[in-house]
């Protein structure tokens, strides 16, 4: 009982406080003590949204943003899961990339974009390649942490129930690691994003979220960046809630690999 | 971060040893032969792709001239200055929120609404509000890194265990000893956690907040700047530093931390 009551006062709480914060806002955008384009009224802000929306740019720029961030995020898949599961069932393998990994990982994506840009010019290339560097070390250093990690006792009864190499790749390697591998996608993503809107600013074509918000900082739209920044904001926010953990769900929490998290 | 287990498992053994340091190095040899054949070769234009020796030579040029070194000190300190600032306020409104359930229920909403936000797409607002350069260059970075240190002050506070706080009151401790012998130790391996994390984050994030803040001085800057002039090798040479500061706050400042935490508290693998 006193639970029920205690979370409706979490709601009421939360409720009130962004109330009062957008209440703050707006009462600092009316009062004129800063120029008007600099700080928009929320109405502004909504009306923008809404209208970027109905005619169909704000779903343009959204959609150029997300195909980048999605190549970029499945070639980082494509490149990290494999090395990183080689690199801890060979040693070999991690004696030639492990070095090579660690130099190359605490490079900055971002440091590359100048360099890409005069390789491959502006546009999508260098965005997608930019999100590619930023996405695979998160998921390479996950994937080979979880292989290496996966209880040996099991892969010894595994192996004296007659179980083949291929499935105990399958049956036993993949799922162990699985908790790793999908961590590793979650930052990989949650990198992704932030390394698309920043590439999108610098290295800037003609289309994607970062670049509209860039570029309406020369024409003092400050409303448009402001709308921009809610899709973004939207957008991260339901991958990282709906898509990766409903994966989650479906994966590690069924298999229990993992305690369900609370909240 | 296991990298420096493999070497620093490598026994005192001599030959060993130096097994070791060419098993590192080799990778990198054959990179870096695959690199200057391909620059030598002329597939690409040579002011776009420089040799190995054009790089070293603009390295050693743009050191001896005290470019490099004044860059990377300015950059440095940007990062110090932002996340410094981070750290105090993520800190306090962490522990904060940790501690009283009023804090947590008013700021909670607003910091979930403001983190999932890549902190890169405040920029150009921060810029229109602050002008471009140190002011918001210090604040984007300060801005971005809080969040992973509120997150983890707040959930360190809270894992701290009930029966802790029971057993310390029970024993006549008053709120200013729980909070100071209990609850801050009880939270500093999130703490530190968040700090690491934060820091990371704050590192990343910076490079591309200098090119976008037009800062003086600042690796991103140069590297940002050298573009224009298709100084590949001069960018080439940012690069090389921005890889070394990187892989020495990796190995002396997030591993240090790493192993103070996890080894001392034993709780390996916690957070990410």
């Known amino acids: ?263 | 971060m296991d990298d420096a287990a493999t070497l620093g498992a490598a026994p005192a053994v001599r030959s060993d040893r130096l097994a070791a340091v060419a098993r590192n190095a080799f990778p990198f040899v054959v990179v870096g032969a695959i690199w200057e054949i391909v620059a030598r070769a002329g597939v690409f234009p040579r002011k776009l792709f420089p040799t190995l020796e054009d790089i070293a030579r603009s390295f050693v040029d743009l050191t001896a001239a005290g470019i490099l070194p004044h860059h990377a000190i300015e950059t440095l300190l940007r990062l110090l200055a932002g996340f410094g600032l981070a750290a105090i306020i993520g800190v306090t409104v962490g522990v904060l929120m940790g501690r009283s359930r009023r804090a947590e229920d008013f700021l909670l909403p607003i910091v979930s609404i403001l983190a999932p936000i890549p902190g890169l797409a405040y920029a150009p607002l921060f810029l229109l509000w602050f002008g471009p350069g140190e002011v918001s260059a210090v604040l984007l970075v300060a801005f971005v890194s809080m969040f992973a240190i509120i997150f983890n002050a707040w959930t360190g506070v809270k894992a701290v265990k009930e029966i802790w706080l029971r057993s310390a009151m029970a024993m006549g401790a008053d709120d200013k000893r729980v909070f100071r012998h209990v609850i801050l130790p009880g939270a500093l391996p999130y703490i530190l956690t968040g700090l690491r994390l934060g820091l990371a984050q704050a590192w990343r994030i910076l490079v591309a907040v200098e090119m976008l803040a037009a800062v003086p001085w600042g690796l991103g800057w140069l590297i940002f700047g050298a573009r224009e002039f298709l100084n590949t090798d001069a960018m080439m040479a940012g690069i090389v530093v921005i890889a070394l500061i990187g892989i020495g706050l990796e190995k002396y400042v997030f591993q240090k931390i790493e192993n103070y935490t996890v080894v001392r508290w034993g709780m390996m693998g916690s957070m990410d």
């Open chain 1, 1 to 263: 009982m006193t639970d029920t009551a205690q979370r409706r006062r979490t709601l009421i709480r939360g409720f009130l406080s962004l109330v009062a914060a957008a209440a703050f806002y707006q009462s600092v955008a009316m009062s004129g003590f800063f120029p008007k384009v600099l700080l928009p009224s929320i109405p502004t802000i909504l009306t923008t949204l809404y209208g970027a929306l109905a005619d169909g740019t704000m779903e343009q720029h959204a959609a150029a943003t997300l195909y980048r961030v999605l190549l970029g995020f499945a070639l980082a898949i494509a490149v990290g899961l494999p090395l990183g599961i080689l690199m801890a069932r060979f040693k070999p393998v991690e004696n030639f990339f492990l070095p090579l990994v660690s130099a190359l990982m605490p490079i900055p994506s971002f440091s590359l974009v100048p360099l890409f840009m005069l390789w491959f010019g502006i546009g999508n290339v260098t965005t997608v390649l930019i999100v590619f560097y930023a996405a695979t070390f998160p998921m390479l250093f996950n994937t080979w942490t979880g292989v290496r990690s996966v209880n040996p006792l099991w892969l010894r009864a595994a192996g004296a129930m007659g179980a083949d190499e291929k499935r105990l790749f399958w049956k036993v390697i993949i799922p162990g690691a699985s908790p790793f591998i999908i961590t590793g996608m979650r930052q990989a993503f949650l990198r992704s994003w932030i390394a698309v809107v920043g590439a999108e600013m610098i290295a800037a074509s003609d289309y994607g979220l970062g670049w509209v918000i860039f570029d309406s900082k020369e024409f003092l739209q400050t409303d448009v960046m402001m709308a921009s920044l809610v899709v973004i904001g939207i957008i991260g926010y339901a991958f990282e809630r709906l898509v990766f953990g409903s994966i989650e769900r479906a994966t590690v929490y069924r298999w229990g690999m993992v305690r369900m998290a609370k909240g």
